[in-house]
């Protein structure tokens, strides 16, 4: 396990045994805030580890999320759409932008500021819980009005 700055504080027992932003089970102690992991190196075979709840390596601007599960009585057509969202499970709705890329691929953006992040298998697949409920007409994702939003 190493810090962003590439200090090694500890060892983990395999990559695959670690989820993005998992706090429990690290084996790291020490003074200040919990420990988190932010990243995975799987060249290095390192597991990169930060220290407190809001550090920003946790969060991103953006996901990309495959077989999302939509409360509308259709799923959406291609273009963008306000929502609220749930990307984990017991967390509150949120709101957000989303908008097809590739089928099946969607980009979700949050509205109010950023978003955690969150291990692949919580949302790239068919099991993902989400909640969606469209508040707007769609729009172009490449209008002038949208631009600013694409990250």
């Given at each position: 396990?190493?810090?962003?700055?590439?200090?090694?504080?500890?060892?983990?027992?395999?990559?695959?045994?670690?989820?993005?932003?998992?706090?429990?089970?690290?084996?790291?102690?020490?003074?200040?805030?919990?420990?988190?992991?932010?990243?995975?190196?799987?060249?290095?075979?390192?597991?990169?580890?930060?220290?407190?709840?809001?550090?920003?390596?946790?969060?991103?601007?953006?996901?990309?999320?495959?077989?999302?599960?939509?409360?509308?009585?259709?799923?959406?057509?291609?273009?963008?759409?306000?929502?609220?969202r749930v990307t984990v499970w017991r967390t509150r709705l949120a709101n957000c932008a989303i908008w097809m890329m590739k089928p099946p691929s969607w980009c979700l953006t949050n509205r109010n500021g950023r978003l955690r992040r969150v291990s692949p298998p919580c949302c790239t697949t068919s099991t993902s819980v989400w909640a969606a409920a469209s508040s707007k007409r769609p729009t172009n994702p490449s209008s002038s009005r949208d631009k600013g939003n694409a990250v």
């Open positions: 396990m190493v810090t962003p700055e590439g200090k090694t504080i500890g060892e983990h027992v395999g990559l695959m045994f670690y989820t993005l932003g998992q706090r429990k089970g690290l084996g790291i102690g020490g003074a200040g805030e919990p420990w988190f992991v932010a990243a995975k190196d799987l060249t290095k075979n390192e597991l990169i580890v930060v220290q407190g709840h809001d550090h920003p390596l946790l969060y991103t601007r953006s996901l990309v999320m495959n077989d999302l599960s939509f409360t509308l009585p259709e799923r959406p057509k291609a273009g963008r759409y306000t929502c609220k």
